[in-house]
């Protein structure tokens, strides 16, 4: 899967492909006994919101029909447990993540949640899915797609393992254009979030390459272009809280 000779960028620097990976393991590894705190104080709690958009736009079946989502880059279980919370009891969720340190943090609160049987962890690449054609009823992709190293792959793998009639959902952060908001955002960013995190978790570098990942991530037209040439169709997006997140979506017709 990898090309050779070719980079990528790893935050503001630039890396061979082939490292990205180990180097996004790496920060994951670093910070996921402490990664929903950080969501939370990241984001003033804003996170829970933009999450519950994407499971209100993902309106999962409340009755017996069995429904199958593949929640990928979903380590500690937050959208399928929101999900599972949503739906009715057909509903069975498979998080698949590449880092085994956030999916034992994942299977440690569906255990709490006693969501063992409807919630499952396996770990695997968004590149290649060691999944079925055809086999869910729905995708979502939360805070992931930007660290995965080659984002086109991810999407045809998406394309792949979705039924037809099935919808992708994907909720990552996105490019502030509010004047005022963009110049606040950065300030905030750049300056209080890679102490807070060295605070909280001990490690700064992690959260300095998260809020660059940002800035390097494509705006949503482009990505939304992205999706398309993946072969989806229908595809959208919207913008939330002044335009630091967007919601995508595409359906697999």
Same mark, same amino acid.
């Given at each position: 899967?990898?090309?050779?000779?070719?980079?990528?960028?790893?935050?503001?620097?630039?890396v061979p492909?082939g490292?990205?990976?180990?180097?996004v393991?790496?920060v994951?590894?670093?910070v996921?006994?402490?990664?929903d705190?950080?969501?939370?104080?990241?984001s003033?709690?804003?996170?829970r919101?933009?999450k519950?958009?994407?499971?209100n736009?993902?309106?999962?079946?409340?009755?017996?029909?069995?429904?199958?989502?593949?929640?990928? @880059?979903?380590?500690?279980? $937050?959208? +399928? *447990?929101?999900a599972?919370?949503? !739906?009715?009891p057909?509903?069975?969720?498979?998080v698949?993540?590449?880092?085994?340190?956030?999916?034992?943090?994942?299977?440690?609160?569906?255990?709490?949640?006693?969501?063992?049987?409807?919630?499952?962890?396996?770990?695997g690449?968004?590149? @290649?899915?060691a999944?079925? $054609?055809? +086999? *869910?009823?729905?995708?979502t992709i !939360?805070?992931?797609?930007r660290?995965?190293?080659?984002i086109?792959?991810?999407l045809?793998e998406?394309?792949r393992v979705?039924?037809?009639g099935?919808r992708?959902?994907c909720?990552?952060?996105?490019?502030?254009?509010?004047?005022g908001?963009?110049k606040l955002?950065?300030?905030?960013?750049?300056?209080?979030i890679?102490?807070?995190?060295?605070?909280?978790?001990?490690?700064?570098?992690s959260?300095?390459?998260?809020v660059?990942?940002?800035?390097k991530?494509?705006?949503?037209?482009?990505?939304?272009?992205?999706?398309?040439?993946a072969g989806?169709?229908?595809v959208?997006?919207q913008?939330?809280?002044?335009?630091?997140?967007?919601?995508h979506?595409?359906?697999?017709?």
């Open positions: 899967m990898d090309r050779p000779g070719e980079t990528t960028h790893f935050g503001f620097k630039d492909l490292d990205k990976q180990t180097l393991n790496d994951f590894h670093s996921a006994s402490r990664y705190l950080m969501n939370d104080l990241m003033g709690g804003l996170h919101v933009w519950d958009i994407m499971i736009a993902l309106n999962p079946p409340r009755g017996d029909r069995p429904f199958a989502l593949l929640d990928v @880059a979903g380590g500690t279980g $937050d959208i +399928s *447990f929101r599972a919370k949503a !739906a009715g057909g509903f069975h969720a498979t698949c993540d590449i880092n085994s340190d956030m999916l034992a943090v994942g299977r440690e609160r569906a255990a709490k949640r006693h969501l063992e049987t409807q919630v499952d962890f396996v770990e690449n968004a590149e @290649a899915l999944f079925a $054609d055809r +086999s *869910f009823d729905a995708y !939360a805070f992931g797609i660290n995965v190293p080659q086109d792959l991810a045809r998406a394309y979705l039924k037809p099935s992708f959902l909720l990552e952060f996105s490019t502030v254009e509010m004047p908001l963009d955002y950065d300030l905030f960013s750049f300056k209080v890679p102490p807070l995190g060295r605070m909280i978790t001990g490690d700064a570098e959260y300095q390459y998260l660059e990942s940002i800035r991530f494509p705006k949503p037209n482009a990505f939304a272009d992205m999706i398309r040439e989806f169709s229908r959208s997006w913008t939330l809280s002044g335009g630091i997140v967007a919601l979506s595409g359906w697999r017709l």
